[in-house]
T-cell receptor, first 114, second 112 residues
Framework: DVKVTQSSRYLVKRTGEKVFLECVQDMDHENMFWYRQDPGLGLRLIYFSYDVKMKEKGDIPEGYSVSREKKERFSLILESASTNQTSMYLC?????????????FGPGTRLTVL | SQKIEQNSEALNIQEGKTATLTCNYTNYSPAYLQWYRQDPGRGPVFLLLIRENEKEKRKERLKVTFDTTLKQSLFHITASQPADSATYLCALDGTGFQKLVFGTGTRLLVSP
């Protein structure tokens, strides 16, 4: 079974702090994704990576950056956390073999920025 | 503008009945559509994929239809059980290259 793990289930940070969210997948998937999920807005794509060191902006990249130095690991960075970044953050991966690949999600990190 | 719409109101049904959830989209031409289940506090789990040239797909008690003329997908759970209670998300390849655009989900509540 594919497993996607995220470094924390719950995180509380202060405004202005630098925040790192880590995601690791164990199935040699090419693609990795970071989403945030908010009530009424659904899942929104922040960043996408289709290969090591390759990244592409999603729909809401402002205030975020990402790093993918190894195939299995995809990090989301909040350079200076703000209260409007309080959200559930979900990481996902997919095989990358072609169109229609299912995405495998991690359990999520609920981030609160005070 | 581009939109994916799922009924935001919860769907309440009795155990044993068929649940039908709707996903409508506007200004997309998806090659496929996927359905996911999400339990509270957890990440979504993939259920089914249906491609644009397929009218219907089945998996156990689940059935998905895809009507590209109506720009709609229907998701059916037959003989529903309380364990089917969850939020169901539809997603399509709206912006290409293996990226998905998700609907906001519909919460299903199956009562005994």
């Amino acid at each position: 079974d594919v497993k996607v793990t995220q470094s924390s289930r719950y995180l509380v940070k202060r405004t202005g702090e630098k925040v790192f969210l880590e995601c690791v997948q164990d199935m040699d998937h090419e693609n990795m994704f970071w989403y945030r999920q908010d009530p009424g807005l659904g899942l929104r794509l922040i960043y996408f990576s289709y290969d090591v060191k390759m990244k592409e902006k999603g729909d809401i990249p402002e205030g975020y950056s990402v790093s993918r130095e190894k195939k299995e690991r995809f990090s989301l960075i909040l350079e200076s956390a703000s209260t409007n970044q309080t959200s559930m953050y979900l990481c996902a991966s997919s095989l990358g073999a072609g169109g229609g690949d299912e995405q495998f999600f991690g359990p999520g990190t609920r981030l609160t920025v005070l | 503008s581009q939109k994916i719409e799922q009924n935001s109101e919860a769907l309440n049904i009795q155990e044993g009945k068929t649940a039908t959830l709707t996903c409508n989209y506007t200004n997309y031409s998806p090659a496929y559509l996927q359905w996911y289940r999400q339990d509270p506090g957890r990440g979504p789990v993939f259920l089914l994929l249906i491609r644009e040239n397929e009218k219907e797909k089945r998996k156990e008690r689940l059935k998905v239809t895809f009507d590209t003329t109506l720009k709609q997908s229907l998701f059916h759970i037959t003989a529903s059980q309380p364990a089917d209670s969850a939020t169901y998300l539809c997603a399509l390849d709206g912006t290409g290259f293996q990226k998905l655009v998700f609907g906001t989900g519909t919460r299903l509540l199956v009562s005994p």
